[in-house]
């Protein structure tokens, strides 16, 4: 297995040293939000949001008259990070304080929302509950009893923006009602069903603050390198598991749904054992624990917890990964539906995924549990086991789309993890060390890349800078759930760079965000193009090289952009438009199946391909005039070449909508 996605960080220790307040990086640019009555954290796992989320409680309850302040997270396990914290011990002004009776996630029962209720009427002002007891509470008790206080919703991207969320409709009450404070935060703000997690209008009253995973990653101490790779396998999962779990990494393997169609039919339970058997022979389980002792073939142990068993001894296993405090506690975690967000398990080195899941959020949260930073552990990795799709088979279509959808997250998290660039216009009067001369490519002293780009765009107003600034990785993650643009970057013969960039782009944007102008889509498709084809692993730039080409002349830089060597004094919207970023998507595929599987996928994305329309016909046109003066005939419909067949689609689109016209006319 290759991995597709290999980032190396600095390990500069940023994200993890505190200020004299006892705040790290992230929390430090929330708490300078604090005065916010709606606040929208985008942060990465292991940033240190639920601290932040104290501080700012805190401030809100002691200096912004806040009576009290309530913290609901998607399920009990993550409830712990919201205990009781001694926040002063290093330098804030008070402590994070939860009362027992007041976590309502730390125990099983079903008086939850009438606890709820009593807290409310009480003198208390923290209490921490799941998403599913604040809705019942909200019910009963109404709007009203929200009045002048903070709502934190932990993992937010569970709210949806959908009619039929009740966690979204509560958030749209408190919203117009406008008297009550809500935080909410979360490490990927984009669903998997498309679905958008606020309207558009409720969106634009919340101040964001984004912190970046390459900032959290990057500001590490001990982790050095991620890996993201996927393995194909024919038969059955559980006969190709060992091809890739090392029995020596601190591993959390995350097995398929028993309705998926990974799933062996052997039920969860005797998959749970074939892994077992795998990993050697099972010595025992610990009463205290729960956990399995497995003697490996070498005479050596290892310690396992099954959160898959959902009987009473659930309860003891999850206890006991609580307590977790060195890293030989554990090693190996085998789960279905647990240990994903909020699952904290430091010293977890390998994330191993059994089938594609429901959404790239889901993907994602399964990265972060192997992301967290943890002494002695230098790589992390997230291996997804995906089964190849068979001609043979019934269900080749659903395999084919699932492994699309693989490589989709696989390149969403390509541009994620990786360093954001900023992007300009190419004007000719920048000022370096106090002379005016034109530059290209400025890296500032936090590692920051400045590009300039002839006739690029910049944001023209607030709505537009603050999207580009704050909201590239949730609009990424839109881009790469559309089908026209994953199959378009999947047929590189026959979809024009041109139209996914100038089309199929500009129609997600609108989509999104259908408040916006013609003018701010297209700045803000400019910079989601260029910062894709920057990212892409191809990008060649080096602040320490100068020239890279050893023929250059006269001191030109240069660059290397998706196999093209680039003078950068010639770098154009144009030539970015010229280049597909999400084509990287072929890459992985031609690189990683045999031939007939990859005729397969083709056949079947040629069966739902997408229709010819006017903006791709005539973003088309200028590419048909150059080939015609080229060749000295006219694109074929018959022609070998897919790129051809669809240039000359596009001719025949524009010559009947001209009939049409004059028809109409006449």
């Known amino acids: 297995m290759t991995d597709f ?48 989320l104290m501080f700012i409680a805190l401030d809100k309850l002691h200096r912004q008259g806040v009576r009290k302040a309530i913290v609901a997270v998607p399920e009990r396990s993550i409830g712990s990070s919201f205990k009781s914290t001694p926040l ?37 002002q923290a209490l921490v509950c799941t998403h599913a007891t604040l809705r019942f509470a909200f019910e009963q008790l109404g709007a009203q009893a929200f009045d002048n206080c903070l709502l934190a919703i932990d993992e937010f991207h569970h709210a949806s923006a959908d009619d039929e969320s009740r966690l979204g409709e509560l958030v749209r009450i408190l919203v117009d009602r406008d008297k009550a404070h809500i935080v909410a935060m979360t490490g990927s703000y984009f669903r998997g069903d498309a679905a958008p997690v606020l309207r558009p209008e409720d969106e634009a009253r919340f101040n964001r603050v984004t912190y970046t995973y390459y900032e959290q990653l990057n500001g590490y101490k001990d982790l050095k390198t991620l890996g993201i790779g996927y393995h194909f396998y024919r038969g059955r999962y559980i006969d190709a598991i060992n091809e890739v779990l090392d029995p020596s990494k601190k591993t959390i393997v995350h097995i398929p749904s028993v309705r998926s169609a990974e799933a062996t039919g052997e039920g969860k339970y005797g998959e749970v054992d074939r892994i077992l058997d795998h990993l050697g022979r099972v010595l025992g389980r610990d009463a205290a624990t729960g956990f399995y002792s497995v003697e490996r073939p070498d005479g050596s142990k290892l310690i396992v917890a099954d959160l898959v068993d959902d009987g009473p001894e659930r309860e003891r296993v999850m206890g006991s990964l609580r307590e977790i405090k060195g ?110 001369r034109e530059t290209d490519i400025v890296f500032d002293k936090d590692g ?40 378009a970057s999947l047929n590189p013969d026959e979809y024009a760079p041109e139209v996914v960039n100038q089309v199929y ?37 080096d602040p320490a090289l100068g020239d890279v080409d050893p023929d250059a002349k006269g001191g030109s830089k240069f660059i290397r952009l998706a196999e093209k060597l680039i003078n950068i004094d010639e770098l154009s919207i144009d030539l970015i438009d010229s280049i597909n970023p999400f084509q990287r998507a072929y890459e992985i595929l031609s690189k990683s199946v045999t031939a007939d599987v990859l005729r397969t996928i083709h056949g079947a994305i040629s069966a739902t391909r997408v229709a010819m329309t006017e903006e791709e016909a005539v973003a088309l046109f200028p590419r048909i005039k150059a080939f015609t003066a080229e060749r000295r005939h006219e694109p074929n419909l018959n022609s070998a070449s897919p790129m051809e067949r669809r240039m000359a689609e596009a001719l025949a689109w524009i010559r009947e909508a001209k009939r049409k016209r004059m028809a109409a006319g006449g």
């Open 5 to 52: 996605v290999q980032i190396t960080y600095a390990q500069t220790g940023a994200s993890q040293s505190v200020d004299q307040m006892g705040m790290r990086a992230m929390q430090a640019r929330a708490f300078d939000e604090r005065g916010s009555q709606y606040l929208l954290v985008k942060a990465p796992p292991a940033s240190g949001k639920s601290r932040a």
């Open 88 to 124: 002063s011990k290093d330098g804030f002004f008070a402590d994070w304080e939860v009362a027992p009776e007041w976590n309502l996630t730390s125990a099983g029962g079903a008086q939850k929302t009438k606890a709820f209720a009593e807290f409310m009427q009480s003198g208390a």
């Open 327 to 436: 890293r030989d506690d554990v090693d190996i975690i085998i789960a279905l539906g647990m240990a994903k967000e909020g699952f904290d398990w430091i010293w977890c080195e390998h994330a191993l995924t059994v089938g594609y899941r429901g959404s790239l959020t889901e993907i994602i949260q399964i990265i972060g549990r192997a992301t967290r930073d943890a002494p002695g552990k230098p790589h992390a990795q997230f291996t997804n086991l995906i089964a190849e799709p068979d001609a043979s088979e019934e269900r080749v279509v659903e395999a084919v789309n699932n492994m699309l959808k693989a490589i989709a997250c696989s390149l969403l998290m390509e541009q994620v993890l990786a360093p954001n660039f900023k992007f300009r216009a190419k004007d000719g009067s920048d000022e370096i060390d106090g002379s005016r």
């Open 448 to 487: 920051a890349t400045s590009i300039a780009i002839n006739g690029f765009k910049e944001p023209s107003t607030e709505r537009s800078r603050q999207i580009i600034e704050t909201d590239l990785a949730d609009l990424t993650a839109a881009i790469f759930q559309d089908d026209s643009i994953l199959r």
């Open 505 to 541: 782009i500009p129609r997600v944007i609108q989509t999104k965000y259908p408040d916006l102008t013609d003018d701010e889509i297209e700045e803000i498709r400019q910079a989601v193009v260029a910062n894709g084809a920057f990212k892409s692993p191809q990008i060649e730039i």
